[in-house]
């Protein structure tokens, strides 16, 4: 068995790791996106009930959301801006394909033979 090769030998556990915290003012506090819990959830109850308004509105939240984002002042359990835009993408996809998929109705006047 290969293993790669360890260049730090230091403890694991020591102390000598900080973490870096961003101060604690009003500027950096940690920012909670509304646009992004609501498009998640619109998205889904979009999918759930078919109303293409409510997956279209998640759609255009998740895209604000994904501008909006600030990597530095999310907290810890935020879900990711592109996993939002994704499941909103999934509720436009999920609507629009079945209406793209339908067959086309019986011609009327051809006759049959």
């Known amino acids: 068995m290969v293993s790669a090769p360890v260049y730090d030998k230091s403890d694991p ?11 604690f003012t009003s500027e950096w ?8 819990q609501t498009a998640m959830t619109a998205a889904g109850a979009g999918m759930f009930v078919k109303q293409p ?19 530095l002042r999310q907290s ?7 996993l939002v835009l994704g499941m909103a993408f999934a509720g436009v996809l ?4 079945p209406k793209m998929m339908l067959a086309p ?7 049959t033979p």
Do not use: C, R
Request: charged residues 15%; without cysteine.
């Open 76 to 82: 810890k359990d935020n879900t990711s801006p592109l």
């Open 13 to 23: 556990k020591s102390d000598k790791i900080f973490p870096y915290h961003l101060p």
């Open 29 to 36: 506090s940690e920012y909670k996106d509304p646009y992004g």
């Open 94 to 97: 999920a609507n629009i394909m």
């Open 53 to 71: 308004i409510l997956v279209w509105g998640a759609f255009i939240l998740s895209v604000i959301s994904l501008v909006n984002q600030q990597p």
């Open 105 to 111: 109705e019986a011609q009327v006047g051809v006759p």
